[in-house]
């Protein structure tokens, strides 16, 4: 129950399409974005998408009622 909600994202780039994702052990959850082409978009705003997953996980899991009160989300970069 004193543990944090251990959230972990990355962002990156492959054969110039870009994307993110945040992942949840605990609840077994993983989202992902596609967020283009890297003429569109930078790996930094990949970073940022992946903290933003994060905590929309965080989100729905405080919404549950989940009894965890502290998010520790690792993120790179």
């Known amino acids: 129950k004193g543990q944090s909600l251990s959230i972990y994202t990355d962002g990156s780039g492959i054969e110039g399409e870009i994307g993110a994702a945040a992942v949840c052990p605990l609840t077994h ?29 965080a989100q729905e899991y405080a919404e549950r009622g989940g009894e965890r009160r502290k998010v520790a989300i690792y993120t790179d970069n």
């Open 29 to 57: 959850q993983t989202r992902t974005v596609h967020m283009g082409s890297d003429t569109t978009s930078t790996v930094y705003a990949t970073e940022l998408q992946g903290i933003s997953l994060a905590l929309q996980i």
